[in-house]
């Protein structure tokens, strides 16, 4: 029904504890560490962040993933995010289209524009078109996994004739594409207007900005006819951090939250605790968060949590990731689970959505065929 | 006629100031200069030291805050408004620029603007228009052309301008604003840009991608 997972920013930051950082090597390696606990633990999801600039260490998404692939059997790689903006989208259709073929289907990918701006000339754009160029290279990126032979010409990339993308992607079925955004009305409309999914990242600001957002979404979702509003696929950030009893769980991890990148020697812990969906406590404690998410944004696909940042050693995030998948996610899948109509959308995966395929073009129930050809 | 809505917003330092009680003098002016002209209005005073917590946090980390937001909106939907920095160091106050900073860019677009400043001497007075006017042209605001500078003197009956004393530059430049505040049709509400209802023209996926989509 759900899907559960972890999304990594790749920050290497100093452990504010010891004062010892990570090398960028042994920071790549946790990433991967990380993903195979993840797995283990029985969560769906590993998503990576693409960054140009340090402290930042995920430059290459799909050389990780791929990685990444080779060594898991059943958990989702996706992206937290990839640069719709700057990246060329014929080599971001290439390139995910690739790692679908290797991870059997296992992929699916998260558009975001990336805010930080020398990353635009570097890449020889400009911050102030970030939009646009969102809108124009994901419509390429669009057609180029659905059409063999594109003809396009646009304002920011050279021309196209005839072009072929290869490899095509698996089963003739994109990866399902989630456009993230903290708050832009623009990346709604245009996630709706593809009935893609929307991720809004809401772990910086507070429910009442993410409630308005995604329900323009969902309005608009359904007004483009891909379903009423409910029946939209919204993804959610999270971030916790829990020890058995709350208040070690809070003095463990406030130098962690005090010196973090973004966030840190600005608002409290408590203040920040009250207005953003991070919770720091016991496992039940975020259960309680997290059930109660639905109230404020409907029933909804995707939840991911932020676990790895700040500083915090690979073994602490290895051991949240364990209560993540032991204490947290069963509960809260039960707990979603309950009232949950049967008119919302599961969270997408490859084999349903070849499934969903075949079926419209034949009228025939595919899931069996594709079961077959990849499990 | 519609009422107008007056947003004032200081920046001094100590309760009281002496920004707010220069602020306070100039809305009292301008709410009896709409009346003169048959204008209500109806005045907002934003003391920016009790905003000073939420926006370093803005600026320093992006965290959000609802009473910032809320303070934002309600100067971006003002007929008119009246600013009050002191004068510290040749210029406006760190405070004031971080409320400045912290404007959308198109946030104060066409609106009228009047500037106050106040310092312990008057040999600050041109700070108004060599620091603070630009940033008002910046925002493609309207100041309108009488600033008011008070200096501690002014605030006593000798060692002020006895020539022009304070109030006199009070009543000229709050004229000027009630002015521009009546001439102008009432500041239409912004539209809000999450609401389905509103979403349209230039913002549908159509209009978005226009000819740049590709074809």
């Known amino acids: 029904m759900m899907q559960f997972g972890i999304f990594s920013v790749g920050d290497v930051t100093m452990d504010p504890t ?138 920011f990339r050279t021309p196209l004739q005839g072009f072929q993308s290869t490899p095509r992607p698996l089963d003739d079925t994109p990866p399902f594409v989630w456009h993230g955004s903290i708050r832009t009305p623009e990346i709604a409309e245009q996630a709706a207007f593809y009935g893609d999914g929307f991720f809004a990242n809401n772990i910086f600001w507070p429910k009442e900005h993410f409630m308005r957002l995604i329900g323009l979404y969902r309005q608009r979702f359904e007004h483009y006819g891909h379903g009423r509003a409910e029946q939209a696929i919204v993804g959610l950030g999270g971030q916790a951090f829990m020890r058995k009893n709350s208040q070690d769980a809070v003095a463990e991890f406030r130098p962690y939250f005090d010196n973090a990148p973004v966030y840190g020697h600005g608002p409290s812990l408590e203040d920040f605790m009250r207005q953003t969906p991070l919770t720091v406590g016991s496992p039940q404690e975020v259960i309680d968060r997290y059930a109660a998410m639905r109230d404020h944004f409907g029933d909804y696909q995707r939840q991911l949590f932020l676990m790895d940042h700040a500083g915090l050693p690979l073994k602490t995030v290895l051991e949240q990731i364990d209560i993540l998948g032991e204490e947290v996610v069963p509960v809260l899948r039960r707990e979603l689970a309950v009232n949950r109509p049967d008119s919302v959308p599961d969270a997408p995966t490859h084999a349903a959505r070849v499934a969903a395929a075949v079926e419209s073009e034949t009228g025939v129930l595919g899931a069996s065929a594709v079961e077959a050809a990849h499990v | 006629m519609s009422e107008r809505r007056i947003v004032v917003v200081t920046a001094g330092l100590g309760t009281p100031s002496s920004s707010r009680l220069l602020a306070d003098r100039l809305s009292i ?124 003197s002014d605030w006593g009956d000798s060692g002020g301008d006895a020539v022009r004393p304070l109030q006199e530059r009070i009543d000229r430049a709050a004229g000027e604003l009630a002015r521009a505040i009546a001439l102008r049709d009432p500041r239409p509400s912004a539209i809000d840009p999450f609401d389905p209802a509103a979403f349209g023209d230039g913002r549908l996926m159509g209009d978005l991608l226009g000819g740049a989509g590709g074809r």
Do not use: C
């Open chain 1, 18 to 155: 010891t004062g010892r950082t990570p090398t960028e090597n042994e920071r790549i390696k946790a990433m991967v560490a990380i993903a195979l606990k993840a797995e283990e633990v029985g969560l769906d999801v590993f998503a990576a962040g693409e960054h140009h600039n340090p402290p930042f260490v995920p430059s290459s998404p799909t050389t990780m993933l791929g990685y990444i692939a080779a060594r898991t059997e059943k958990i989702v790689l996706s992206t937290s995010t990839t640069l719709i903006t700057t990246n060329d989208p014929v080599k971001i259709a290439e390139d995910f289209s690739m790692l679908q073929h290797l991870a059997d289907g296992r992929v699916d990918v998260m558009m975001g524009r990336g805010n930080t701006g020398p990353v635009y000339p570097w890449f020889g754009k400009d911050i102030r078109q970030g939009v646009e160029l969102a809108l124009e290279n994901y419509n390429l990126l669009h057609r180029l996994w659905r059409e063999d032979y594109v003809d396009w010409q646009g304002r």
């Open chain 2, 29 to 152: 002016a301008v709410t009896a200069g709409l009346e003169e002209r048959g204008v209500r209005s109806s005045v907002e005073t934003f003391e920016l030291r009790e905003y000073a917590r939420d926006l370093v946090d803005r600026l320093t980390t992006g965290f959000p805050s609802q009473r910032l937001d809320a303070m934002l909106a309600d100067v971006g939907a003002a007929d008119g408004l009246i600013v009050v920095s002191p004068i510290f160091s040749t210029s406006y106050s760190g405070l004031f620029k971080l409320f400045i900073d912290v404007l959308d860019t198109e946030a104060l677009e066409s609106m009228p603007v009047l500037i106050g400043a106040n310092a312990g001497t008057a040999r600050h007075s041109l700070a108004i228009d060599y620091a603070i006017r630009p940033l008002f042209a910046y925002l493609h605001a309207d100041a309108v052309p009488t600033g008011v500078f008070a200096a501690s």
